[in-house]
């Protein structure tokens, strides 16, 4: 049929899976209609590694099991995209990062594991900050991922847009349709920023919700899994599978794993949900601000509550996110030393080895974060940068967990910002850092946090919404997130003109 | 805190990053406006409050004392630039 390749392309997760049981196609059908989709946006630079030999092959066997009746769960033949940041066994993993040249796997990440075991097809591996550390995918050994949206209007038009990062390839092929659904890593912002960036939802579950084994480590206190999907309920059925205890990984959480599909009843009543004010920044742009405000009215017309709120603490977030998340990213990244995988640059003795090794494989600021960790972990300045920081850190957490008695779930924009063009920002880090100056709080405690696409600024980009709930309290995010998605009638996408609402 | 140029070049010692004498000054630069941007936490009182090591408490879990995994030194040593039977080679390190 000459009309099923975009028909398959633009399905969610739920709806193929349910034609898929129907009968309608199999899963070789779906995939190979991704692979094609793939083939044809490589200027996207979305991948850094394509599977279509595993991707097909997994594919059968899902037909396979549907065949017999034995599908495993609603992920069975659904072909995803997983961040290059997960380790793949026997499949290139980079971390986005040179310094990994090369480097394939023997074991498999226990979240990909649980994806596969669900049934779960690997399209490719998805281009990425590198180590995860920046917020435009513009740091990649690979080079940069495009967003595959487009300004209408105004000064960006013609300009190719950063999908923001760094789980921007798993953003940008989600957005692109080149995926049904993709795996991000979010360390202070990096699945949700991305998401909102591509108009796509993208959950950063609480702390401990999905293992880290196999998930290369940038900050360990912080790191987490989650999916990035185009529909809350994808988000439901994607987390359902992934997440869960693992014994490989200390702190993971050993709790049971809900239903989270079962929690989208779109019913709100009496929910309190807090409105932060030191969110609201002298320099909002009026139509974050615009967003904000609809996004209140939406869940107040479901018959929420909606309160005003107040975390003190908040603008110390990102400045000790960028002591604590460097100094644990120094320490982690002195295992890549050259000798047991990846490059290896000789030296003339051991120590120059390890120092040009390093110096060829990491980029500029990965190069930086590891100096900033060095440096505020080093003898004399411990107490007064990183001590304090980590004190800071539970200042943070405190005032969050003083509000979840006056609220159930916090309401604020994902980004300051839409998208923005490739080549910006990219003289000041700290103009870069800024960019996830509402995800990051929500990092630093820990908790669940989802954005939802919620509406297309004058420019034709999208703009997100963001739920922040207490720990392991993703149904009751993801039910807000659900009644955003129903309010805010989200139709466009980055492949037709787009209607400009309002 | 600025950091000058004789810092810059022993922390990046530290962190075994080989970094020319030409790039020294503008890293300097970099790290000394990031370093005054987070030294803002200075003024956070955070007398009596403890740092935080674990953001969710998770109860430690006693595992078996059996060995379950291990014997794959092909597998460890897959990836090695350089090996040589069960071990990865280095250039000398003992004079």
Same mark, same amino acid.
């Given at each position: 049929?000459?009309?099923?390749?975009?028909?398959?392309?633009?399905?969610?997760?739920?709806?193929?899976?349910?034609?898929?049981? !129907?009968?309608?196609?199999?899963?070789?059908?779906?995939?190979? *209609?991704?692979?094609?989709? @793939?083939?044809? !946006?490589?200027?996207l630079n979305s991948?850094?590694?394509?599977?279509?030999? &595993? *991707?097909?092959?997994? *594919?059968?066997?899902?037909?396979? &099991?549907?065949?017999?009746?034995?599908?495993?769960?609603?992920?069975?033949?659904?072909?995803?995209?997983?961040k290059?940041?997960?380790?793949? !066994?026997?499949? %290139?993993?980079?971390?986005g990062?040179?310094?990994?040249?090369?480097?394939?796997?023997?074991?498999?990440?226990?979240?990909?594991?649980?994806?596969?075991?669900?049934?779960?097809?690997?399209?490719?591996?998805t281009n990425m900050d590198?180590?995860?550390?920046g917020s435009a995918n513009v740091t990649s050994?690979?080079?940069n991922c495009i967003n595959?949206?487009?300004?209408?209007?105004?000064?960006?038009?013609?300009?190719?847009?950063v999908p923001g990062g760094s789980s921007g390839g798993s953003a940008a092929a989600?957005?692109?349709?080149?995926?049904?659904?993709?795996?991000g890593?979010?360390?202070?912002?990096s699945?949700?920023q991305p998401?909102?960036f591509c108009?796509?939802?993208?959950?950063?579950?609480?702390?401990?919700?999905?293992?880290?084994?196999?998930?290369?480590?940038?900050?360990?206190? %912080?790191?987490?899994?989650?999916?990035?999907?185009?529909?809350?309920?994808?988000?439901?059925?994607?987390?359902?599978?992934?997440?869960?205890?693992?014994?490989?990984?200390?702190?993971?959480?050993?709790?049971?794993?809900?239903?989270?599909?079962?929690?989208?009843?779109?019913?709100?009543?009496?929910?309190?949900?807090?409105?932060?004010?030191?969110?609201? %920044?002298?320099?909002?742009?009026?139509?974050?601000?615009?967003?904000?405000?609809?996004? &209140?009215?939406?869940?107040?017309?479901?018959?929420?509550?909606?309160?005003?709120?107040?975390?003190?603490?908040?603008?110390?977030?990102?400045?000790?996110?960028?002591?604590?998340?460097?100094?644990?990213?120094?320490?982690?990244?002195?295992?890549?030393?050259?000798?047991?995988?990846? %490059?290896?640059?000789?030296?003339?003795?051991?120590?120059?080895?390890?120092?040009?090794?390093?110096?060829?494989?990491?980029?500029?600021?990965?190069? &930086?974060?590891?100096?900033?960790?060095?440096?505020?972990?080093?003898?004399?300045?411990?107490?007064?940068?990183?001590?304090?920081?980590?004190?800071?850190?539970?200042?943070?957490?405190?005032?969050?967990?003083?509000?979840?008695?006056?609220?159930?779930?916090?309401?604020?924009?994902?980004?300051?910002?839409?998208?923005?063009?490739?080549?910006?920002?990219?003289?000041?880090?700290?103009?870069?850092?800024?960019?996830?100056?509402?995800?990051?709080?929500?990092? @630093?405690?820990?908790?669940?946090?989802?954005?939802?696409?919620?509406?297309?600024?004058? !420019?034709?980009?999208?703009?997100?919404?963001?739920?922040?709930?207490?720990?392991?309290?993703?149904?009751?995010?993801?039910?807000? *997130?659900?009644?955003?998605?129903?309010?805010?009638?989200?139709?466009?996408?980055?492949?037709?003109?787009?209607?400009?609402?309002? | 805190?600025?950091?000058?140029?004789?810092?810059?070049?022993?922390?990046?010692?530290?962190?075994?990053?080989?970094?020319?004498?030409?790039?020294?000054?503008?890293?300097?630069?970099?790290?000394?406006?990031?370093?005054?941007?987070?030294?803002?936490?200075?003024?956070?009182?955070?007398?009596?409050?403890?740092?935080?090591?674990?953001?969710?408490?998770?109860?430690?879990?006693?595992?078996?004392?059996?060995?379950?995994?291990?014997?794959?030194?092909?597998?460890?040593?897959?990836?090695?630039?350089?090996?040589?039977?069960?071990?990865?080679?280095?250039?000398?390190?003992?004079?």
């Amino acid at each position: 049929m000459m009309t099923s390749k975009i028909n398959l392309q633009y399905l969610t997760i739920k709806e193929a899976n349910r034609a898929l049981n !129907e009968g309608d196609y199999t899963s070789q059908d779906l995939t190979q *209609a991704h692979l094609e989709a @793939m083939v044809a !946006e490589r200027g996207l630079n979305s991948f850094v590694t394509e599977c279509p030999d &595993r *991707a097909l092959a997994m *594919a059968e066997e899902s037909d396979k &099991r549907r065949s017999k009746g034995e599908q495993i769960s609603p992920l069975d033949g659904i072909p995803l995209a997983i961040k290059d940041l997960f380790c793949t !066994e026997g499949i %290139l993993s980079t971390a986005g990062s040179r310094i990994l040249d090369g480097f394939t796997p023997t074991y498999e990440s226990t979240v990909s594991h649980n994806l596969w075991s669900a049934g779960a097809v690997l399209l490719g591996k998805t281009n990425m900050d590198e180590f995860a550390m920046g917020s435009a995918n513009v740091t990649s050994y690979y080079g940069n991922c495009i967003n595959p949206w487009k300004a209408s209007s105004g000064n960006l038009v013609g300009k190719d847009l950063v999908p923001g990062g760094s789980s921007g390839g798993s953003a940008a092929a989600v957005a692109a349709r080149l995926a049904l659904g993709s795996t991000g890593t979010d360390t202070g912002g990096s699945i949700r920023q991305p998401s909102s960036f591509c108009g796509v939802v993208g959950l950063k579950p609480t702390y401990g919700r999905c293992s880290r084994w196999g998930i290369i480590a940038f900050a360990s206190s %912080l790191d987490q899994a989650g999916p990035i999907t185009r529909s809350v309920g994808d988000a439901a059925l994607m987390l359902a599978e992934m997440a869960g205890f693992d014994p490989k990984d200390s702190t993971s959480a050993n709790l049971p794993v809900p239903s989270y599909i079962e929690s989208l009843n779109g019913n709100i009543k009496g929910l309190r949900i807090g409105i932060p004010s030191e969110y609201k %920044l002298d320099s909002m742009p009026d139509e974050i601000e615009d967003v904000w405000q609809r996004g &209140r009215d939406w869940l107040i017309d479901a018959g929420a509550e909606v309160i005003d709120i107040s975390l003190p603490h908040t603008k110390y977030a990102l400045p000790s996110y960028y002591i604590i998340a460097p100094a644990e990213a120094s320490s982690n990244l002195a295992r890549y030393d050259g000798i047991r995988y990846g %490059l290896r640059v000789e030296g003339e003795d051991l120590i120059d080895t390890y120092e040009k090794t390093r110096a060829a494989g990491f980029g500029d600021e990965v190069k &930086r974060r590891i100096m900033i960790g060095t440096y505020v972990l080093s003898a004399g300045y411990y107490d007064a940068y990183y001590r304090q920081a980590q004190k800071v850190r539970t200042q943070i957490t405190n005032d969050f967990n003083s509000v979840w008695k006056e609220c159930d779930a916090i309401l604020t924009p994902t980004t300051p910002s839409a998208a923005f063009a490739i080549g910006e920002k990219m003289e000041d880090p700290i103009a870069m850092y800024l960019n996830d100056i509402f995800t990051v709080p929500a990092s @630093m405690a820990g908790l669940p946090a989802i954005s939802v696409p919620a509406a297309i600024n004058k !420019e034709g980009l999208p703009l997100g919404l963001h739920v922040i709930g207490p720990a392991f309290t993703e149904q009751t995010v993801l039910r807000i *997130a659900d009644v955003i998605e129903t309010a805010a009638e989200f139709t466009a996408n980055p492949n037709e003109n787009i209607t400009i609402a309002g | 805190m600025t950091l000058d140029t004789n810092t810059v070049r022993r922390i990046a010692r530290l962190a075994r990053l080989h970094i020319p004498e030409s790039e020294l000054s503008h890293l300097a630069s970099d790290l000394s406006n990031i370093i005054g941007w987070v030294e803002q936490l200075a003024e956070v009182k955070t007398d009596g409050v403890e740092p935080m090591t674990n953001v969710i408490e998770t109860e430690s879990h006693y595992r078996e004392d059996v060995i379950n995994d291990g014997g794959d030194s092909a597998k460890v040593l897959q990836n090695a630039s350089d090996s040589s039977g069960n071990f990865f080679t280095v250039i000398k390190v003992i004079e």
